[in-house]
């Protein structure tokens, strides 16, 4: 027999279902069924990723099993990933590893960060150094939980979840990382800090150089930095205490505030943070003059002119729908916003492309750099005849058509 959980999209709901859990476990069950009242409404990183690492902490810890109601399956819960996250056992080549909640490992975690930069770059054009940035603060926060939200003697159970969402109208990506370690406080204890609460542990944790003894200590403090420099937001929860730090807009400078609040359970950790799309990083200016390398930017580059070239074959996936063209234009649009140099699109391996994935690649890239900035920083290589007049057509019948 199955006992009810009704779960909702409020901030309380974390912790609402691991009180229910705890009375049916005190009444005997160990099966859950989870209900939704309605399918409406949005499911963001900073809720579902806590109940998603609940559920997968009693499964792991307490024998609990789950199930799902019919209008639960109908609802996006059930799509990202709330009783089974993602994995890449699982998923072998999705589309996009956004609006997904993944659970990583040691083994996975690369390629689980790895795939999400990649799949933002996908998604729209984003101001210099907002990629780069976010893919180093999620990769900060994902790796501390590796390295230090569990004790040496739980090495097995060293995992965390994550989830990355693109909000195209707000200009802003969301992110939420969980873990239910052992908490930052007694993280520090183990390098020798004693604090005489977890307020004074969770801010001192956030300073420069600050480490349990494993590393260099310096996550927390650029994870912070970086975000700051992007107006953006970040909290940190852990132990029942959450510093805040929310910027208004652009230039404000806000007073990072802590307060107290209920976590479902002791040594939980929680960051929620956000990110501006439309607001340029000053990435070396943040991190105190450290000059982060762009890797995916530095495999690309071909010279000293600060050109990039991207194969076509590599980095889109197929050439025959609107909505790869998209894509692969935004990956153009997001190169060309880190290099000063042109973008040259290499056709080698590619025999034919759709009149759908011309039209619309020839149509997002000069709606996004005008025609005169097409002509001076695009640059098509290795072009089959076959693809040249595809491409000729559509730019006929698009530009030169309509004149007459």
């Known amino acids: 027999m199955s006992v009810s959980i009704w779960i909702s999209r409020k901030k309380g709901a974390p912790l609402f279902l691991f009180k229910k859990i705890q009375e ?10 989870l209900r939704i009242r309605s399918s409406s409404g949005g499911h963001y990183p900073n809720i579902c990723v806590p109940i998603a ?32 996250p993602h ?21 996975d975690h690369y390629e689980i960060m790895k795939g999400i930069a990649d799949s933002l770059r996908r998604a729209a054009p984003m101001e210099s150094g907002v990629i ?18 569990f004790s040496a003697s739980e090495s097995e159970k060293m995992l965390g979840f994550v989830m990355v969402q693109y909000h195209i109208k707000e200009h802003h990506v969301a992110v939420a990382v969980f873990d239910s370690g052992q908490g930052i406080e007694s993280s520090l204890a183990q390098g020798g800090h004693k604090f005489v609460n977890a307020e004074k542990a969770l801010h001192y944790a956030l300073q420069k150089g600050v480490t349990d003894g494993k590393g260099a200590g310096n996550k927390p403090w650029m994870m912070r930095n970086i975000i700051s420099a992007s107006a953006g937001s970040f909290e940190l929860t852990s132990n029942g205490t959450k510093y805040s730090l929310r910027h208004k807009a652009v230039d404000d400078t806000p007073e990072p505030k802590l307060s107290t609040v ?18 340029p990083i000053q990435l070396e200016k943040a991190l105190d003059s450290y000059s982060p390398v762009n890797l995916w930017l530095e495999n690309r580059l071909d010279d000293q002119l ?3 070239s991207l194969l076509i074959r590599e980095e889109s996936r197929g050439c025959a729908s609107r909505y790869e063209a998209k894509a692969f234009a935004n990956i153009v649009c997001n190169a060309l916003k880190e290099c000063s140099g042109k973008c040259y699109i290499d056709f080698a391996g590619i ?6 994935y011309a039209d619309q690649l020839l149509v997002s890239l000069i709606s996004e750099l005008s025609f005169i900035g097409f002509l ?21 019948g698009r530009f030169l058509d309509k004149q007459g």
Do not use: M
Not at 56 to 83: M, P
Not at 351 to 356: D, L
Not at 377 to 383: D, F, G, H, P
């Open 24 to 33: 049916g476990l005190k009444q005997g069950h160990s099966l859950f069924k």
């Open 53 to 84: 690492g609940i559920i997968d902490y009693c499964r792991a810890e307490l024998g609990c099993d789950f199930i799902s109601s019919a209008a639960y399956k109908k609802s996006h819960f059930e799509q990202i990933g709330i009783i089974s």
């Open 87 to 107: 994995t890449l056992d699982n998923e072998t080549s999705p589309s996009s590893l956004l609006d997904r909640i993944w659970k990583f490992s040691i083994e």
């Open 132 to 149: 780069l940035g976010l893919e180093l603060a999620l990769n900060e926060v994902t790796d501390n939980i590796l390295q230090h939200a």
């Open 262 to 279: 209920r976590t479902p359970k002791e040594g939980t950790t929680l960051v929620d943070f956000q990110l501006r799309t439309d607001h």
């Open 306 to 308: 600060q050109n990039a």
């Open 351 to 356: 025999e034919i492309v759709s009149a759908s």
């Open 376 to 396: 001076s920083r695009i640059a098509l290589t290795n072009i089959s005849p076959s693809c040249a007049l595809v491409f000729n057509t559509c730019f006929n």
